[in-house]
Structures are given as C-alpha cells and as structure tokens.
C-alpha cells in the first residue's frame, strides 16, 4: 500500500499551532494589537468566509460580497484599538460588515442602470410578482423583502438568521433585552409573511 | 401568524446556499494587514485623552496662578477677607445656573442630562423642536401653550405627536421652555413654517463605519418610536422626513460655518422643502405624482420624478392623538426600462415600500433621478407610481395610480408645481452638500420662487441658504 502523505492543510495547522499558540481570542487578539501580522492572518483566516457570507447574504452578489469583505478587514484594523473584547470577535466584525454594507447601498450618486443583464427586474425596491419562483429567485425575493424591514428588525433577522449572532449578543450590542429582540424578531416575521403573501397574490 | 408558517419563514431565512468565497480573497485582504496595523500603532482615542487631559491641566495651572497673582498684589492684611469675598459668589452663580436649568424641580441636583438637552435646545433650535424631539414631548407644556395661543400652528403640531411621550415631571419646564422661546434674533435666514412630518431620522443618516465601531454604540438607532403603533414616526417609507436637519444646517450658516457634509440628510432636506399640500387632501390620502426635467441639467437627459403622499389636515383636541388616515400603506415606483436609461433615488436611506399605518397630517415626498433614453416619445410610458391602502373606515382595500409620460417631461422645469420644484432645489442643494460642491443657480432659482410668491418662507430659506453656501443668487 502507497504511503500517504499528510493532509497539507493539516500540516499546516500543526504548524500554526507550534509556532503561534493563539487558543482562544484574547490571546489572537492581544497578539494583533502588538502588531503581530501573523496573528491578524489567523484572525482573517478564521473568520474571513463567514463574514463574506454575511454580506452575501445581505448584498446577493459574489463579487460585490467580496470587495464589502475587504473593506470590512481594512476598516476593522483601523477601529481594532476600539474594541474591547467584551464581545465575540465574529460579532464585531459583524457590526462592521453590517456598516459597511449599509453604507455602500446608502451611497449617493450611484445610478442603476437598467441595460445591465441582472437588471431585469426593473421595479424599484419591489420585487416583481411572478407565480413560478425557483428556489434561487424565492431566496432573492425573500432577501429584497428583508431588506425592505425597517432599520433596526432588518438587523436583527440579519444578525440572526445571516450572520448567526445569538439573540443574546445581538441584545448586548443594541442595548436592550433578549425579550425585545425576539420580539422584533416575532415583528419582523408578521411583516415579511405579509410582503412576500403580497408579492404572490 | 401560525407557527408552521412561522418555522417555514425562518426555514427559508436559515437556508439558502452562499458561495464559496472567490478565490484569492483571503490574500487581498491579509495584503491590508502590514499598512493597517502599522499605520496606528497606538489607540488615537488615548492619544487624544492625554491630549485633552494636559491641556486642563493647563488651564487649571493659569486659573491657580493668576488667583495666587492677583491674591498677592492686593494688600496682604485684607487679603482673607478678599478672597471670601471673591470665592462666596462663585457657588450662588453656579446654584443660580442650575436653577435656571432645572426650574420645574427648583433643587440643586438636576438631572445632567436634561440640562445639556436644554441648553443644546435653546443655543440651536427654535420653537419648533418641540415636534422634533425624538424623545417624549410633554404633554401639559404643550397643552399650556395651546390654551394660550390657540391659532399657533406649531401647537398644533406638537399636539399632534404629543399622545407618543409619557408624563415626565422633569421635562416639563424644559419643554416649555423650548415651545415659548422665541426664534434666533437676527437671523438671516427666514424662520420656518411649522412642519406636518414627524421627527427626525437618524436611521437615514449615513454613519460613519469607524466612529461607530470605536465608540461602539448602536448600529441602529432606538427602535424606540417604531415600536409604538402610533407613534412619532422617524421616518416614512425610510424616508426621511426630519425637519431638524434644516434647522441644524442654518444653525451652522448663522454661526458662519459651512456645515459639515456627514450631517446633511438630503431626504430631510427634500421633505423639509416640499413642505405641506397647498390644499391639504379631503379623503384619507392623496398621492401627488410630477416630473420634470432636472432643475439643473447636467451630462445626458436627466429629469426628476417625485411622489408625493399627504393625509388630511386635522385638528387634534389637547392632549388628544392624531388618529390613522390609512393603514397597511405600500408605495411601488415602476420605472419603464424602454424609457429610462439609468435611475437612482435622491438621498441617503433605503426606502421600504410599506407603511403598517398613517396618521394625519402628513406628508412625505420621495424624488428619483432618472437618465432618459434619447427620441422618448410622448406618449410613452416613464414611471407608473402606485399607492396601495386600506382604508381606515370601511376597511377595503384600494390603490391610487399616477402614471408619467414622456409628454409629462416635456414641459419646462420653471413650469412645475411650485412644490416639485422647491423639492427638487432642495435635493441639488442638499446634495452639493453633501459633496463640498457649489450649488450652482440654487440660489438664483429659489430667489425667484421666493418673488413669485413672498408669503412662503420655505423659497426665501432655500436662497439665502444657498447663497450663504457659496451659489450666486
């Protein structure tokens, strides 16, 4: 039988290991702020998919998800001395990538064009009604109709259901109780099942 | 809602495939680390404590030396009864001080915080911030003021959205400090008509990633009046519709500043010079559709689309709430992709297409910038705008529709509705700006909607504004 060679990734884990000990985030993180670049690769590495995915799921589209990450990176290491580890690490980059989404989409000047190929639906702000939805086009129909949530329930199914915070955390970083989050959260369910019952009939 | 559906909802929420992400993102962004990390080593939030904390110390140095130089020259056997005399004053003006900011309570121990929102109120806000207060208004202050001036619009007004707040004794003088006081003297700029929108809208407002994140407060504002079925709304269809914004901004103007870029809410701006209907609606809603060409043409064919929602002018006994004119009120903007080349909607926020109700005595207007395609024909369909409700007294349904043709654009801009075109100045100006641009020909336009008719302040606000910003009137 062939000898088989260690998985790499496994490898080079090991070797992460050994040379940067970084068990937990507050060891990752004490060795940022002493400006350690290899400790920042670390916390890229282990939170720079799930947060791509948030915005994604936020944004619905791949490349657009992909620039809003990097941003979200280059503003957390400038806002890096601001946070103070009260919270999870995935929750305030969470924070920031919400932002920076937010910011992008709140961008004056920036025309649609309705000659782009993904520019069909031509409806503004309204998804367009159409009986024989596939699965790719209920999600996107479900995400426009989140998006259309006020403010502060928009964030917290997003926080939730999109960036996978726990109702607790998403209570700590909005001041308020758990209580009033699953609330907003029972508030935003009535609101979404009314739009998307609408968009159908 | 059932609880199948409620588990299907947030089945479909959960699910949902995502991309990997693209190959070599994770090398762009560890590519930022070196310049980021080293660019600040150290948190500016410390360096700017110290920074702070030395220049009291300073200062707290000159105030010990110049008594201990002014005790010193004086005559030295008088010199203890001099400075009893020069320090007893000191706590009567700081007791009369707090007095004077916390009368309802008549103590010594007023609450920080409402002192600072009554100063800030009196140095930057006129009467009509009694609307505009995000926090409860107090109703007896206002019920007062409406008893003694029964013709006062702004009363009315803060009656209007007085059943939000709860009784807070505290507040009471302060509120009513603020509803009497009378206007900035000497102000260049108009005052304003009182407005028929509800209270600001902080959601609309970009922030700023990196002070939020450092300062770590909440991402999203208090859901605080959201959350109450009749409550003060912030916004309307994510509208903004905060008069305070303008006022802020003419603050600045008469302090001599050009006010700063981040805290320009165009939307507000928009609504603030939209303004009320001439005629204010007799059924439960109307909906106003215009276009025009853009007041100020700039590259391609571009034209300015504007909506327009307003409920009944009602008055509201004291102490009364205003009650839903519609409810379940959704807003669609179809825009024709055969007519129009590009689009955008004017300001800042992100517009939700439904309203669960809307009170009377209100209004608020949405404008789109659209890019025309060339050789539009007249006939042909631009936009189609619907208004869909339920009505309040017999509960059906029903949907108001405003459609605009290309001959509907054909018209001059001079030759609008005064309110489209105070609107759509509004935006140009709000959105130099919000660009640190000039507002070319704002001044000179608004100037001459404000010598069509006088008697309206909001055209006269627009041209001083933007004339103080740099627009040549």
């Known amino acids: 039988m062939a000898e088989v060679a260690p998985f790499p990734a496994r490898e080079a884990e090991r070797e992460v290991s050994a040379a940067a000990p970084w068990d937990d985030e507050r060891t ?18 282990r939170t720079y998919s799930a947060v791509f995915a948030s915005i994604y799921r936020l944004c619905g589209d791949s490349d657009l998800a992909a620039d809003l990450t990097q941003e979200t990176y280059q503003k957390a290491w400038s806002a890096l001395s601001g946070f103070d580890g009260r919270s999870q690490l ?43 939805l596939a699965d790719a086009e209920e999600a996107e129909r479900l995400r426009k109709a989140v998006m259309h949530l006020p403010d502060d329930l928009r964030f917290t199914v997003t926080a939730h259901f999109w960036g996978g915070l726990p109702v607790k955390e998403i209570a700590e970083i909005e001041k308020i109780t758990t209580v009033a989050i699953r609330k907003r959260l029972h508030k935003a369910f009535s609101i979404l099942e009314s739009m998307l019952e609408e968009e159908t009939q | 809602m059932n609880s199948k559906r409620r588990a299907e909802l947030q089945r479909k929420l959960s699910m949902g495939a995502v991309p990997r992400p693209p190959a070599g993102l994770a090398e762009r962004i560890k590519a930022d680390i070196p310049k980021y990390l080293n660019a600040e080593p150290q948190p500016p939030r410390i360096t700017t404590s110290i920074a702070f904390t030395m220049r009291i110390a300073a200062s707290l140095l000159l105030l010990i030396t110049s008594v201990l130089v002014t005790l010193h020259v004086l005559e030295p056997n008088e010199a203890p009864v001099q400075m009893a005399a020069s320090r007893r004053p000191a706590p009567v003006q700081l007791e009369k001080a707090l007095i004077r900011q916390s009368p309802a309570t008549a103590t010594t121990t007023p609450a920080p915080a409402e002192e600072v929102r009554v100063d800030i109120s009196e140095d930057i806000v006129p009467e009509r911030m009694v609307v505009a207060q995000s926090h409860p208004v107090d109703i007896p202050a206002v019920r007062e003021r409406d008893e003694t001036r029964a013709d006062d619009a702004t009363t009315r007004n803060a009656q209007t959205f007085g059943y939000s707040g709860y009784h807070d004794a505290r507040r009471e003088a302060p509120t009513q400090q603020m509803a009497e006081a009378a206007p900035p003297p000497a102000a260049p700029v108009a005052e304003p008509e009182p407005a028929r929108a509800t209270p600001k809208a902080a959601a609309g407002e970009i922030v700023d990633a990196l002070s939020v994140t450092a300062e770590a407060p909440s991402l999203i504002p208090s859901a605080y009046a959201a959350d109450l079925e009749l409550g003060a709304k912030k916004s309307m269809f994510g509208i903004s519709v905060d008069p305070e914004n303008f006022q802020h901004i003419k603050a600045s103007l008469e302090s001599g500043a050009r006010p700063d870029r981040r805290t320009v809410n165009v939307e507000a701006l928009v609504n603030y010079f939209a303004g009320p209907p001439s005629r204010a609606p007799r059924r439960a809603v109307s909906l106003e559709v215009e276009a025009s060409p853009a007041p100020i043409q700039a590259e391609g064919d571009r034209a300015v689309l504007r909506f327009t929602i307003d409920t009944p002018a009602v008055d509201v006994p004291a102490g009364g709430s205003t009650l839903p004119a519609v409810k379940d009120v959704r807003v669609e903007v179809d825009i024709d992709r055969n007519a129009v080349a590009t689009f955008r909607r004017i300001g800042e926020g992100h517009s939700i297409s439904s309203e669960p109700v809307l009170l009377n005595n209100t209004s608020v207007t949405g404008l789109y910038e659209l890019e025309l395609r060339p050789r539009l024909k007249s006939s042909q369909r631009v936009a189609t705008v619907r208004l869909r409700y339920h009505s309040v007294t017999d509960g059906r349904s029903r949907t108001i529709e405003r459609v605009i043709r290309g001959r509907d654009l054909a018209k001059d801009w001079a030759r609008a509705s005064r309110r489209h075109r105070l609107a759509s100045l509004g935006a140009v100006w709000g959105e130099s700006l919000k660009n640190s641009a000039q507002p070319v020909e704002v001044a000179r336009r608004a100037e001459e909607l404000a010598t069509q008719n006088p008697r309206d302040p909001r055209a006269r606000e627009l041209a001083v504004a933007a004339s103080a910003t740099g627009g040549e009137r």
């Open chain 1, 28 to 45: 990752l993180l004490q060795a940022i702020r002493a400006g350690s670049a290899e400790a920042a690769e670390e916390m890229v590495e």
């Open chain 1, 90 to 132: 995935f929750t305030w980059l969470y924070r920031i990538a919400y932002t920076t989404f937010l910011n992008h989409v709140r961008r004056p000047r920036r025309m649609t064009s309705l000659d782009e190929p993904e520019s069909f639906d031509v409806r503004d702000e309204s998804p367009r009604v159409d009986d024989l």
